[in-house]
């Protein structure tokens, strides 16, 4: 069966630092796809990143960068110089193949709380 | 650019009614779902269906219904609401192959059970 674990229910930090949401998955596929979401107050979810399992390429996109290591099953996204707008509650997850439904395993968040 | 559209945003229900929450999307996707976040948690598979005509359970199926009649219309039905219901749900659409997989997400509709 297919798990993510955000280990980190909770981070505060204060404006400018850099801040690391860890992500670790259990698959037995190999093949999936790992993505991670924004849920800012309003409620809406934002996609922020899909990265399938045989790019393990980091990516950076602005003040964003994910750190994706098969070696560990972990995919995690750091923010860099972090922003009061940038609280929110972040969620990782997983998908298996497409052609099996693109069924997403979601973890539990972590709430980023950045403090001006 | 409509992307999910969901109704109602927010509908408060007494225990035993029923009702229907509403999904449409207009990208042509294959696969729908509907998810719900209860509060503090991630969000689980309710149902899903990957064209019309076929749906399918996902990890928390009781109490809920599901039809795919059109491509673009995935209603949820709820009978007999619970407080167990209460929570927000997600009706959310992807393509079936590609690149295009991603996984697009409605803005939620905030349901309580008194």
């Known amino acids: 069966a297919q798990k993510v674990t955000q280990a980190q229910t909770e981070i505060s930090v204060v404006e400018k630092e850099d801040v690391t949401l860890d992500c670790v998955y259990e698959t037995r596929d190999t093949t999936y796809y790992l993505f991670w979401y924004k849920q800012p107050p309003s409620g809406e979810l934002v996609f922020l990143i899909r990265r399938n399992s045989f790019d393990e390429q980091n990516e950076i996109s602005g003040r964003y960068s994910w750190n994706f290591q098969k070696s560990t099953s972990s995919f995690n996204f750091t923010i860099t110089a972090s922003q009061v707008v940038d609280s929110a509650v972040y969620f990782c997850a997983l998908s298996e193949r497409p052609e099996y439904g693109n069924k997403l395993v979601f973890g539990a968040g972590t709430i980023l709380r950045v403090k001006s | 650019n409509a992307g999910v559209t969901q109704t109602p945003k927010f509908r408060i229900l007494k225990i035993g009614q029923s009702m229907t929450l509403q999904c449409t999307q207009d990208m042509n996707h294959n696969y729908m779902y509907w998810y719900r976040q209860d509060p503090g948690m991630g969000l689980k598979l309710i149902y899903y269906?990957?064209?019309?005509?076929?749906?399918d359970k996902g990890e928390v199926p009781n109490g809920y219904n599901v039809s795919r009649s059109t491509t673009e219309d995935f209603p949820l039905r709820l009978e007999l609401a619970a407080p167990s219901q209460t929570s927000v749900y997600f009706c959310?659409?992807?393509?079936?192959?590609?690149?295009?997989?991603?996984?697009?997400f409605g803005e939620g509709s905030w349901l309580t059970v008194v």
């Open positions: 959310a659409s992807s393509r079936r192959t590609g690149s295009g997989n991603t996984i697009y």
């Open positions: 269906s990957v064209g019309a005509g076929i749906t």
